[in-house]
T-cell receptor, first 115, second 118 residues
Framework: AQSVTQLGSHVSVSEGALVLLRCNYS??????LFWYVQYPNQGLQLLLK??????LVKGINGFEAEFKKSETSFHLTKPSAHMSDAAEYFC?????????????FGPGTSLSVIP | EAGVVQSPRYKIIEKKQPVAFWCNPI?????LYWYLQNLGQGPELLIR????????DSQLPKDRFSAERLKGVDSTLKIQPAELGDSAVYLC????????????????FGPGTRLTVL
């Protein structure tokens, strides 16, 4: 069965610094991979997704992620953190490509941005 | 265009009481999901509907939880009776027809209902 691990439940970065949120997955077949962001008291919003093709995926708000099959990773990065990036980030995986969109979420990483 | 609407946003009840949550998906979205999100964790699927049919309810605790989507549009999730461990955020999401072959359709989430059971 597929699963998702996110290293570091809390990450703090200074404003303007690089953001790196780690995600590793386990799946016996090529997965679809996602990053979602959740702001306080709001639902989840899709940042970016990898399905097929180019392994470097660009998303909204300047975020990007790279699918590395050999490392079973899908880390999320942003070159320069902004105060508005403070939120909870969830990595997710899906391998149900033909029947329905069953998505398994990781435990989440809380990002704090220090002025 | 309105997003996924959920109500109430917050609910506080005493244990053993019933509670219900309501969700109105994005217009035209055939697929509706209910997720449970415990504090500090990612969402976990409770039930998924294709139109009015519950096609995946394997994670729904059926002894106390029930859900319906009678006309294939809005949906209600009910807990009766509530237990202390049910305190969590209940998220609703919707997507376009997810039976369209290999196409992965984005799920759009509502703001959730935060339930506190005392």
């Amino acid at each position: 069965a597929q699963s998702v691990t996110q290293l570091g439940s809390h990450v703090s970065v200074s404003e303007g610094a690089l953001v790196l949120l780690r995600c590793n997955y386990s799946s016996s077949v090529p997965p679809y991979l996602f990053w979602y962001v959740q702001y306080p008291n709001q639902g989840l919003q899709l940042l970016l997704k990898y399905t097929t093709g180019a392994t470097l995926v660009k998303g909204i708000n300047g975020f990007e992620a790279e699918f590395k099959k050999s490392e079973t990773s899908f880390h999320l990065t942003k070159p320069s953190a902004h105060m508005s990036d403070a939120a909870e980030y969830f990595c997710a995986v899906s391998v149900e490509k033909t029947s329905y969109d069953k998505v398994i979420f990781g435990p989440g990483t809380s990002l704090s941005v220090i002025p | 265009e309105a997003g996924v609407v959920q109500s109430p946003r917050y609910k506080i009840i005493e244990k053993k009481q019933p509670v219900a949550f309501w969700c109105n998906p994005i217009s035209g979205h055939n697929t509706l999901y209910w997720y449970l999100q415990n504090l500090g964790q990612g969402p976990e699927l409770l039930i998924r509907y294709e139109n009015e049919e519950a096609v995946d309810d394997s994670q729904l605790p059926k002894d106390r939880f029930s859900a319906e989507r009678l006309k294939g549009v809005d949906s209600t999730l009910k807990i009766q009776p509530a237990e202390l461990g049910d305190s969590a955020v209940y998220l609703c999401a919707s997507s376009l027809d997810s039976t369209s072959g290999t196409q992965m359709n984005e799920q759009f989430f509502g703001p959730g209902t935060r339930l506190t059971v005392l």
